[in-house]
């Protein structure tokens, strides 16, 4: 009865996985207090000794800024420790703090409230953002305001722990994320953020576990609650029976056994048993995940979403600053080859005032939008020439539905070389033009728009979408999206053959590429390029290694008969296990 009584039962908890690992612990609720503010006026002769208070407190926060971002250069290198370097511009900056000091001058306010006020304003609209990474983002401003009201109350930071445990947190900070690492953290687990957040990226460079966009994670979790996290599916169970902790300790088994065979592959070509070679780059969407990329041995960037770069924004970013961020890339990536693809905004990517549609996946998106827009169009193309001096940039445009947009783009790009050879600045004059395969009505006449460019790109995740009608965020018609049903396969068969009859090359950059059950049958449905999550890279690369061209193929002549999407799974479930049976597959 006692035990009955006690007895904690077993939650699950679905969140979103970002970064990849098992692990079982007890948990550490890492509260973060959030300072208390009170609006004080005080007299005139308190303002020196107010302005000093705030200035030696914006001293500490410096102090111990730089102390991280030394730490984080250290241990995680240059490009990931940018983030600190971000935040201590935040503290230099001189508009903001002229502001705030003048505000304590001339309104007579204590320096809490006005550091509060002033940098809150920031980070409401921040939060406020529809777009997820400037959300993000907030969080930098978030923890340099309670670093500088921290020190202004003289407060000290906590961040040692007993033993190792799982941190469990409403949200973490960069700051709070890498600190705590200095402990033995076990993983981390948090209510908000999403994959691009920097508790997710660094934890990724940490190489610690981490399921972010847990909803309430920390207000079900006690301090020492025994815990499961798996960073592989973005699940975390509280209160675990002996049961599931050995079924979950089977599976950290069977990856950690599993990546050790993956270590070895980075240098290795994406190339079958008998000597078929295919490409296997990686999508990117920001520039902090270049070093991930690389340790994952991708022969490239198949798809940069340049489109990250305005979403939330009021103001497409200047052709200089556009130049700064393809440059970057390029540069980074060099001598491998980036294909930087052209804004695809509209759909569900949205600037911060985006106009009314009642259906804007079928609306003004990607190459519409540009087109309408020549002068913008042009500023990017230039930006993107100007960054192909080393001749390893692509440029690729989404959303085509006919050939004639094709032709107005390659013209704009024209307009752009003229204009740049007119002020002698430099570019790629063989710079390649591919297209991206994402409507249907492309994919029909893909052999026609092959003869205007270099390449072609699948684009799965909407031409699922729109082949099948259902829109790819719903998660009412959630089970009508099908991968893999017969129309897809047969549709890809028909893009990769009249592609290649017309003498490019084709790749695919939606999920699908990503997705192991499908590498063999891409494979074998003749896919010269896959560009995929950089975190499955390596799992793909094993696949096309250990098998041959000829099987893949007539695996794919065998599905291509087939004639439902269950059959179809079944039959490629059944082949994974029996010749990858120790890769995890759903
Ligand atoms: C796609 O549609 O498959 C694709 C890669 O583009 P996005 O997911 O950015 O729409
Ligand atoms: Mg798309």
Redesign the pocket.
Known sequence: MEEALTKKVEIVVKGIPASPGIAIGPAFLFQKHAPTIFEKSIGEEETKREVERLEQAVARSQKELGKILEFAQQKLGDDTAKIFEAQLMILEDTVLFDSIYGRVRKELKNAEFVVEDEIGKYHRMMVASKDEYTRERANDVEDVRNRILRNLQEQKLISRLEGSSVIVSQNLTAADTLILSRNDVLAYATDIGGVTSHTALLARALKIPAVVGLRNISAIVHDADNIILDGYGGTVILNPSNETIKKYEAKRALYLEFEKKLAGLRELPAETLDGHRVELSA?LEFEQELEFVHLQGADGIG?Y?S?MLLIGKEVFPSEEEQFQQYKLIADTVYPKPVII?TF?IG?D?FMAHPVKESNPFLGWRGIRVMLDRPELFLEQLRAILRASTRKNVSIMF?MVSNIKEVRNAKKLIEDAKRQLEAEHKPFDDKLKIGV?I?VPAAAVIAEDLAKEVSFLS??????IQYLIAVDRGNDVVADLYQEFHPAVIRFLRRIIERGQKSDVWVGM???MAGDPMATMLLLGLGLNEFSVVPNVLPEIKKIIRAVKYKEAKKLAKDVLALETEDEVKDYLRAVMKKKFPDIPIE
């Open positions: 999508n798809l979403r489109e693809r695809d759909g990517k989404p991206m994402e699948i684009g799965t995740n909407d031409l950059c939606g999920e």
